[in-house]
């Protein structure tokens, strides 16, 4: 099994900048992507940007150009910068974590999860 936690939200005001930080431990796969989502009241959860073992990176439209995922493989943890926050960014932000299993990637595991909220 995997564990993720979630750390680095807060309260924070428009144009400003958070990292959140995602720690892996337990039987993690060489080969993974772990990705950030989040869950704003009243909307469906959303993916936000993912990072693969090779470090290939993908960005959902509202956050390119401002968030910058990445990861450290010897420490087992993933980084998503946030710079430039909108109040439409606050939200429930999760990790999760996709095994490839050698022929397809396996149901994963997130993390509780950390509130970001931007104030205006």
């Known amino acids: 099994q995997v564990q993720l936690v979630e750390s680095g939200g807060g309260l924070v005001q428009a144009g400003g900048s958070l990292r959140l930080s995602c720690a892996a431990s337990?039987?993690?796969?060489?080969?993974?992507?772990i990705g950030w989502y989040r869950q704003a009241p009243g909307k469906e959860r959303e993916l936000v940007a993912t990072i693969s073992s090779a470090g290939s990176t993908n960005y959902a439209d509202s956050v390119k150009g401002r968030f910058t995922i990445s990861r450290d493989n010897a420490k087992n943890t993933v980084y998503l910068q946030m710079n430039s926050l909108k109040p439409e960014d606050t939200a429930v932000y999760y990790c999760?974590?996709?095994?490839?299993?050698?022929?397809?990637?396996?149901?994963?595991?997130w993390g509780q999860g950390t509130q970001v909220t931007v104030s205006s």
């Open positions: 999760h974590l996709a095994p490839w299993s050698g022929t397809y990637f396996r149901a994963g595991y």
């Open positions: 337990g039987n993690i796969f060489s080969i993974n992507v």
